[in-house]
Nanobody
Framework: QVQLVESGGGSVQAGDSLRLSCAAS????????MGWFRQAPGKEREFVAA????????YYADSVKGRFTISRDNAENMLYLYMNSLKPEDTAVYYC??????????????????WGQGTQVTVSA
């Protein structure tokens, strides 16, 4: 059973930074590409960032490009999202997700097979 557990959310001011972490069950990083998504109240879940199993080729939503950085530590089974220059519109529940290699589109929530429980990020003006 694949398990993903996010942490690191919180309430911050606009312009602040946060680091989200996602701990994955042992062995998952060998078989999955990983992504971060977010969902604000009343809105659909949207893509934030994704990174392949190997290689330094991340993908970002236009809304976070230049401000957020996704990284993974395969040895520690950890996924991170470094968020800088946070804005009120970044307020949402953030989820990490795992996608089997070669399956679906990296920016589509429906392509992902496993999800964490989410962590709340609130950015006030």
């Amino acid at each position: 059973q694949v398990q993903l557990v996010e942490s690191g959310g919180g309430s911050v001011q606009a312009g602040d930074s946060l680091r989200l972490s996602c701990a994955a069950s042992e062995g998952i990083f060998n078989s999955f590409n990983m992504g971060w998504f977010r969902q604000a109240p009343g809105k659909e879940r949207e893509f934030v960032a994704a990174v392949r199993r190997i290689g330094n080729n991340p993908y970002y939503a236009d809304s976070v490009k230049g401000r957020f950085t996704i990284s993974r530590d395969n040895a520690e089974n950890m996924l991170y999202l470094y968020m800088n220059s946070l804005k009120p519109e970044d307020t949402a529940v953030y989820y990490c997700a795992a996608k089997r290699l070669g399956s679906g589109l990296y920016y589509s929530p429906g392509s992902y097979d496993f999800w964490g429980q989410g962590t709340q990020v609130t950015v006030s003006a």
